[in-house]
């Protein structure tokens, strides 16, 4: 069982004490087919891992990260004339001892992270663009390594000269002479090479079967690369050992996704790897075990269907990882904690709350059990109090209710934006949202978004992408399942918007889009109004 430690100590940001926390599993591969058949919008992000916060005493020499002058970072990849692909996930992570942050680095200045470490090295992965899959860097303890641009890639510096040379070992391979895009690229990001938004919604299958010869073959090679690099498994067998890591079970994946992985074979690799992990910060061994739940578990589910879509029953899947008794602990804790998430998401409270017991039983890591508390707030904020009223809660972590905040802005019109992370109408309004945001600058209206997500990171990053972290009304709702304000209103699908008058009175409960120029008319109407019109639906 892998104690609860996580990183050792303090993290320090351009000398500042900081707690960074979206905490993410490195996804991989980094463009999965779901992502265009289900929303064709959001970057799917799968399990969350989690560093505890900073111990006052931290152990052992800092490692320290300096990103030096990095470019912006662009997120907005237009693949088709009709698709504009808006990712939300971190530009880089930091991995140790199997857990893994995500942390997004300042462009255009020099911004420090010190950090300490409570294995011997850390993993940097790093996404210098997001049509390529990202740079993994094997950092030493107490190092101080410094990431720069280079023939618009990223190129790490260490303050010994020597290491930097296999530092950049996938940086050196790159200019070596590869393509702009690796055929292993293209294999799990068909969109780089398809010509239309249909052939790959329609050839992608296909298409991952015709390229994974040359997917493989790319990375068997880059596998004899590594071991004939001259000195590399000698001097520093740690970075050897990562890389073997890597390419072995990328390659491992890629048989199993096209049924070329026997039986027997497959038996072998999760028997080798029952046993713990060796003093790596980190294994590709865990996103192929992920691949191999996903199909012989997660695929093989029950899946209720809804109005907007399907969930699996991820209450059987976290029933059946438990019970499988190929994998050690370590690879099960953190299989049942993104599978606990999406339990979290998309089933009650009582549900998670149940399955949130279990996990608990089953491991002592409070990293992970204090992060999820904090990921799900509405569980155990609300479940005592009165549904009377729509609790919500700003990105500070402040708690408030509707009445409160319709209270603490008397004597404006206020027009309410119900959204969520996964909603592709709503997040494809919130440009028509800012243009009317920018119409109504100087004038007593408040623009309040109120979001439905029930996973707070999913929130956090979306309402980063859309630019609501700019805004002062900006909320997470924790009981609008059990809301009865809601209720009354007759609150269904989103989007969905409220206007209230100056008085503080509903006057339209299913008020336009921000897109339409009714909304424009009635908040003028509704500012330069002295007397509250009357209510929507009453008379007159």
Not at 88 to 101: S, V
Not at 143 to 164: E, K, L, P, W
Not at 349 to 355: E, S
């Amino acid at each position: 069982m892998l104690k609860s430690s996580g990183l050792g100590g303090k993290i320090i940001r351009n000398g500042v004490n900081t707690s960074i926390f979206d905490l993410l599993f490195l996804p991989e591969p980094l463009y999965d087919m779901k992502f265009y058949c289900c929303i064709l919008f959001l970057w799917l992000l799968p399990s969350t891992f989690c560093y505890s916060q900073a111990d006052k005493k931290a152990p052992g020499p800092a490692t320290v990260l300096i990103f030096d002058s990095i470019p912006k970072f662009t997120r907005e990849v237009r693949q088709f004339s009709n698709l504009t692909h808006v990712h939300t996930q971190p530009q880089a992570y930091i991995r140790d001892n199997f857990y893994t942050q995500g942390i997004n680095p300042r462009s255009r200045v020099k911004d420090t992270i010190v950090l300490y470490p409570k294995g011997g090295y850390i993993v940097l992965s790093f996404f210098y663009s997001m049509m390529h899959q990202p740079f993994d860097y094997v950092i030493r303890k107490g190092d101080t390594v410094t990431i720069r641009f280079r023939n618009d890639m990223s190129y790490a510096t260490s303050t010994d000269q020597g290491y930097t040379d296999y530092l950049n070992h996938e940086y050196s391979r790159r200019m070596a002479g590869t393509p702009e895009h690796t055929p292993y690229e293209i294999y799990i990001n068909y969109a780089i090479v398809a010509k239309s938004l249909n052939e790959l919604m329609n050839n992608e299958p296909t298409a991952k079967a015709d390229w994974y010869p040359k997917a493989r073959n790319y990375l068997l090679n880059e596998l004899r690369s590594l071991s004939e690099m001259p000195g590399l498994s000698g001097k520093y067998p740690m970075m050897f050992n990562f890389f073997q890591d890597k390419l072995t079970y990328l390659v491992k994946r890629l048989d199993f996704e096209q049924n070329k992985l026997p039986a027997d074979s497959l038996r072998d690799l999760l028997r080798v790897n029952k046993t713990m992990p060796s003093d790596m910060p980190y294994s590709y061994f865990l996103p192929f075990l992920e691949t191999v739940a996903r199909k012989n578990i997660v695929s093989r589910a029950r899946v209720f269907k809804y109005e907007h879509g399907n969930i699996v029953d991820y209450r059987e899947v976290y029933d059946k990882v438990s019970a499988w008794d190929e994998i050690n602990d370590l690879y099960r804790k953190q299989l049942l904690y993104g599978y606990l998430k999406e339990i979290g998401t998309g089933f009650s409270v009582t549900d998670f709350n149940k399955y949130l017991s279990r996990f608990s039983s089953f491991t002592n890591d409070t990293i992970l059990i204090k992060e999820i508390r904090q990921e799900f707030p509405a569980p155990y904020d609300i479940t005592s109090q009165s549904g009377d009223s729509l609790l919500m809660l700003d990105a500070r972590g402040n708690q408030t209710d509707l009445q409160t905040f319709v209270a603490q802005n008397k004597g404006k019109v206020i027009y309410i934006d119900f959204w969520a992370s996964w909603c592709v109408p709503c997040r494809s309004e919130m440009k028509s949202g800012e243009a009317l945001r920018k119409k109504f600058k100087d004038k007593d209206v408040v623009f309040a978004y109120f979001s439905i997500d029930r996973q707070k990171s999913q929130w956090t990053e979306a309402y980063n992408a859309d630019k609501l972290n700019e805004l002062p009304h900006n909320y997470i709702l924790l009981n609008w399942g059990s809301s009865r304000f809601l209720k009354s209103i007759g609150f269904g699908p989103i989007p969905r918007h409220l206007l209230y008058d100056k008085s503080g009175r509903l006057v339209h409960k299913n008020a336009p889009g921000p897109g339409s120029a009714e909304t424009a008319r009635l908040l003028e109407q509704y500012v330069s109004q002295k007397s509250s019109l009357p209510i929507e639906g009453s008379k007159r």
